[in-house]
């Protein structure tokens, strides 16, 4: 891989939270064939997050390449931060490639997230689960929750929740002082990125659950750099990631479903503000329709409230 100095947007949100932001500029290239670091993360535009307090920061993800991580670490430690910790939002690549970065710290995971990133260390670290680039060494979480963990940072308090949406592994941070959420990849700006699709109408009935929460603002790892650094989403976000999922079930049996575009399926929430389309989620929307069509195609569908 080219050595390269990465571009990352820097924010101080408050006194205690900072958002570190890399891609959808296209300004730096890491490979020049295909692969999911540039073609994916960088190209969609990936987030990760720090909470700090004296001498202490906990991030929220690694970033998607060690040197993404290397400079938030570093940016950090100009500010004085000594100990880190590092929480994961859930298994796939882009959220914990720059785990290595953190490996004298305690890095802190769902159960399930140990157990996907064990299962796939062999694949992961040859560069056989997304392709290219590899993860080598990959550095496994070492302290691991099932459904709820409190941390704190000085006196900066942190929920860890447990939720299946995205993946059934998933990790989200509460931060009750400023009601913050950082919502790692249950939603995204403008669409969500389907790959457990069997488990798209438990994602409902979560990201439903999520709605009743008390949220002043919410913090994706990819959603629009403006927005993320004017302070965050609304909770219409969620009605945006409902209303799409809810689309994308219910629809999966009609004659024409592949050929739905990503207009279709975007215009109420874009129309009302709640998210803005963004040209590179095409390719994903039109994956999630093969994937959705193809595991659900024969199957009862879910019945889903509108």
Known sequence: MTKTTPHIRVHHHNDYLISFYAGRDQSERHLKERNWLDDSALKLGTAMYAIHSGAEAVVYDTFASVAHAEFVRSYLEQLGIRKFTAVLSHWHLDHIAGNAAFDDGDIIATSLTRAALLRHKADIEAGKVWGTPPIAPLILPNIVFDNHLELRVGEIELELRRMNIHSIDGCVVYLPRDKFLLAG?????????????ENLAEH????????GWDIAKILPDHGDPDIIRAGGYDKTLIDATVDYITQMLSRAHDANYLDGSMEDYLAHSAAKGWIRPFEPYREV??????????????KTLPEVAP
């Open 185 to 197: 990849d249950t939603l995204e700006d403008p669409l969500t990125y389907m790959i457990e699709v």
């Open 204 to 211: 409902l009935r979560q990201l439903k659950e999520m709605k």
């Open 285 to 298: 929307h039109e994956q999630n329709l093969k994937l959705v069509h193809d595991y659900w195609k024969d």
